[in-house]
């Protein structure tokens, strides 16, 4: 089964922009029922797991060594159907999920809700730079194989 490739929710924030609100003071009038993200904080889950190439008992296997107790598939598939309402992931465990899963948008949606923002440490930044830079080295490589093969063709 092949994984989807991630999708920047249109209604999101971005930073800059963010900023700019803080900045000019801007507050909107708060509408009943706007920090009700359940929805949104369990499709968020949702796609955290879709998007890790770990199976969820492995996620489960992994969070429960982080938390020190046991998480079981079990209690990951309660968090993430739509059936079962009144079980939620508690907010202690929201870390250990998006280490495990490498998916940070859960914590980010909690940010957000509460007029904040959550920026990854350092060792991820390095991390996503190094991933970067070597994407960059990839594709060079696969240009001059190309322009290698354009010659070849070429006769030149």
């Known amino acids: 089964m092949s994984k989807r490739k991630?999708?920047?929710?249109?209604?999101?924030?971005?930073l800059f922009d963010l900023l700019k609100r803080c900045a000019a003071g801007e507050t909107d009038k708060a509408r009943e029922g706007e920090l009700n993200i359940a929805d949104r904080l369990r499709g968020a889950l949702?796609?955290?797991?879709?998007?890790?190439?770990?199976?969820?008992?492995?996620?489960?296997?992994?969070?429960?060594?982080?938390?020190?107790?046991?998480?079981?598939?079990?209690t990951i598939d309660s968090w993430t159907?739509?059936?079962?309402?009144?079980?939620r992931?508690?907010?202690?465990?929201l870390p250990a999920f998006c280490r495990v899963t490498g998916d940070r948008e859960p914590i980010r949606l909690l940010a957000e809700c509460g007029d904040m923002?959550?920026?990854?440490?350092?060792?991820?930044?390095?991390?996503?730079?190094?991933?970067f830079d070597e994407q960059e080295r990839?594709?060079?490589?696969?240009?001059?194989?190309?322009?290698?093969?354009?010659?070849d063709m070429s006769g030149k």
């Open 6 to 14: 991630k999708r920047v929710d249109r209604r999101q924030v971005s």
């Open 46 to 74: 949702v796609n955290a797991i879709k998007q890790c190439p770990l199976s969820r008992h492995q996620i489960a296997g992994e969070m429960s060594h982080l938390l020190g107790h046991e998480v079981s598939k079990t």
């Open 81 to 87: 159907a739509e059936s079962k309402e009144r079980n």
């Open 89 to 93: 992931i508690p907010a202690e465990y």
């Open 117 to 131: 923002f959550a920026m990854p440490g350092p060792e991820a930044l390095r991390a996503e730079i190094q991933k």
């Open 138 to 151: 990839k594709a060079r490589a696969e240009k001059r194989k190309r322009m290698r093969f354009l010659e």
